[in-house]
T-cell receptor, first 113, second 117 residues
Framework: GESVGLHLPTLSVQEGDNSIINCAYS??????FIWYKQESGKGPQFIID?????DKRQGQRVTVLLNKTVKHLSLQIAATQPGDSAVYFC????????????FGAGTRLFVKA | GAVVSQHPSWVICKSGTSVKIECRSL??????MFWYRQFPKQSLMLMAT?????????EQGVEKDKFLINHASLTLSTLTVTSAHPEDSSFYIC?????????????FGSGTQLSVL
C-alpha cells in the first residue's frame, strides 16, 4: 500500500546552519508532494510543494528536491532559525483516491542557539 | 490567505458522552474536507474524507458509526465522536481544499485536543 516515511526521526542543527530533512515514498504513482511544518498543539502549516514533473523547487529559505528514480524527497532550510524548530512532515497525493493527502512519519527539528 | 477555523481547540468530556468538532472554511468554499487524527509524537492519520452534500468516505479501520461526519454546506464540516471513551482521546485536525483553486493545496485547522475521562 501507499506509505511515506522519513529516514531520520530527529534532527538537531546549529542556528545559522542549513538543515536537510529527508523523506522516502513508496507509491510511484504519486504526482504531488508537500512539506508541512507543525508546531506543538497546532495544525500543519504548508511550506512548499512540488509536482512530479519537477525535480526542484525553491521558496523563501526553503528548497524541495524530488528524485523520482529512488523515490526520495528532501526539504532544505537555509540559515536555520530558532523559529524553524518544529516537526516537519512530507506528504503525498496520488493520482487516484481523490484529493486525500497521506502523511509521512515526521521529523522533529531542533535548532540550537 | 485561506483560513480554516476549527472549534473547539480543546475539550474534556466524560466517558460515554458525545463530542462535536466543527471545521469551517472562512474565506473560501470547500467541497471536500478531511479529518485527521494524531497521537502524541506521531503522524497525522487520515480518518475520512468529507464531501459536501454526500456521505463521507472513511478510511479502512475507522468506524463510521463512531465518528459521524456531516458536511451540510460548502463552508462547514462537523465530526462527532459518539459515546467517547478514553481511547478516543487524541488530537483531531481538519483540512479543506479550496474548490476555486486548481492545485491540491490543503489548508488545515488548528486542531482539537480531546480528552475523555
Amino acid at each position: 500500500g501507499e506509505s511515506v516515511g522519513l529516514h531520520l526521526p530527529t534532527l538537531s542543527v546549529q542556528e545559522g546552519d542549513n538543515s536537510i530533512i529527508n523523506c522516502a515514498y513508496s507509491n510511484s504513482a504519486s504526482d504531488y508532494f508537500i512539506w508541512y511544518k507543525q508546531e506543538s498543539g497546532k495544525g500543519p502549516q504548508f511550506i512548499i510543494d512540488i509536482r512530479s514533473n519537477m525535480d526542484k523547487r525553491q521558496g523563501q529559505r526553503v528548497t524541495v528536491l524530488l528524485n523520482k528514480t529512488v523515490k526520495h524527497l528532501s526539504l532544505q532550510i537555509a540559515a536555520t532559525q530558532p523559529g524553524d524548530s518544529a516537526v516537519y512532515f512530507c506528504a503525498e497525493k496520488g493520482k487516484t483516491g481523490g484529493f486525500k493527502t497521506i502523511f509521512g512519519a515526521g521529523t522533529r527539528l531542533f535548532v540550537k542557539a | 490567505g485561506a483560513v480554516v477555523s476549527q472549534h473547539p481547540s480543546w475539550v474534556i468530556c466524560k466517558s460515554g458522552t458525545s463530542v462535536k468538532i466543527e471545521c469551517r472554511s472562512l474565506d473560501f468554499q470547500a467541497t471536500t474536507m478531511f479529518w485527521y487524527r494524531q497521537f502524541p509524537k506521531q503522524s497525522l492519520m487520515l480518518m475520512a474524507t468529507s464531501n459536501e452534500g454526500s456521505k463521507a468516505t472513511y478510511e479502512q479501520g475507522v468506524e463510521k458509526d463512531k465518528f459521524l461526519i456531516n458536511h451540510a454546506s460548502l463552508t462547514l464540516s462537523t465530526l462527532t465522536v459518539t459515546s467517547a471513551h478514553p481511547e478516543d482521546s487524541s488530537f483531531y485536525i481538519c483540512s479543506a481544499r479550496d474548490r476555486g483553486m486548481t492545485n491540491e493545496k490543503l489548508f488545515f485547522g488548528s486542531g482539537t485536543q480531546l480528552s475523555v475521562l
